[in-house]
T-cell receptor, first 112, second 113 residues
Framework: DAGVTQSPTHLIKTRGQQVTLRCSPI?????VSWYQQVLGQGPQFIFQ???????GRGNFPDRFSARQFPNYSSELNVNALLLGDSALYLC???????????FGSGTRLTVV | QQQVKQSPQSLIVQKGGISIINCAYE??????FPWYQQFPGKGPALLIA?????SEKKEGRFTISFNKSAKQFSLHIMDSQPGDSATYFC????????????FGTGTLLAVQP
């Protein structure tokens, strides 16, 4: 079985630009969560979606938005990029929220 | 109250030794405590997890010890191997509207051959 798939794997953007990151969950998983991992730190929760509805949002500015599609894949959008947005963005899927999260390998975003 | 404190920040262990990583929490609403292993360039992978009604859980060389009264839990890696060299994160989660993982700050483990 394919695991959680994230694309692209690496991305370089300029300050002020917008970026869209994509995530395909494990087949059958209906919950998708997004985390930001700054180098040397633990992942920080950004969003959780379950059955296409937002279940939770972390302490991130409105520049961050996400959505989940009918096939349960998800996109994370970040507008007006700042240097501080440089991080590894991780997507995790599970059958339903709470436990059993499987993480993808992430998208490494560098803002210059 | 939403934090999980993890120590040490880094750890060097000889092959065959025991690696011990400690975590502490404040929020008694947390009711599930997973440990994740992360290799460079990869996402975290679930290693082992425990609920607070259990004091110890063992899976192979990995053991979680849980002290509910002290609000502390730890990961023990027995017979540590060079392939165990990675960053380890403890985490906590509470059942509710948003079941988000609260991660510790991570421990970089190096197992020397």
């Amino acid at each position: 079985d394919a695991g959680v798939t994230q694309s692209p794997t690496h991305l370089i953007k300029t300050r002020g630009q917008q970026v869209t990151l994509r995530c395909s969950p494990i087949s059958g998983h209906k919950s998708v969560s997004w985390y930001q991992q700054v180098l040397g730190q633990g992942p920080q929760f950004i969003f959780q979606y379950y059955e296409k509805e937002e279940r939770g949002r972390g302490n991130f500015p409105d520049r961050f938005s996400a959505r989940q599609f009918p096939n349960y894949s998800s996109e994370l959008n970040v507008n007006a990029l700042l240097l501080g947005d440089s991080a590894l963005y991780l997507c995790a899927s599970s059958l339903e929220p709470y436990y059993g999260y499987t993480f993808g390998s992430g998208t490494r975003l560098t803002v210059v | 109250q939403q934090q999980v404190k993890q120590s040490p920040q880094s750890l060097i262990v000889q092959k065959g030794g025991i690696s011990i990583i400690n975590c502490a929490y404040e929020n008694t609403a947390f009711d599930y405590f997973p440990w994740y292993q992360q290799f460079p360039g990869k996402g975290p992978a679930l290693l082992i997890a425990i609920r607070p009604d259990v004091s110890e859980k063992k899976e192979g060389r990995f053991t979680i010890s849980f002290n509910k009264s002290a609000k502390q839990f730890s990961l023990h890696i027995m017979d540590s191997q060079p392939g165990d060299s990675a960053t380890y994160f403890c985490a906590a989660i509470m059942d509710g509207a948003t079941n988000k993982l609260i991660f510790g700050t991570g421990t970089l483990l190096a197992v020397q051959p």
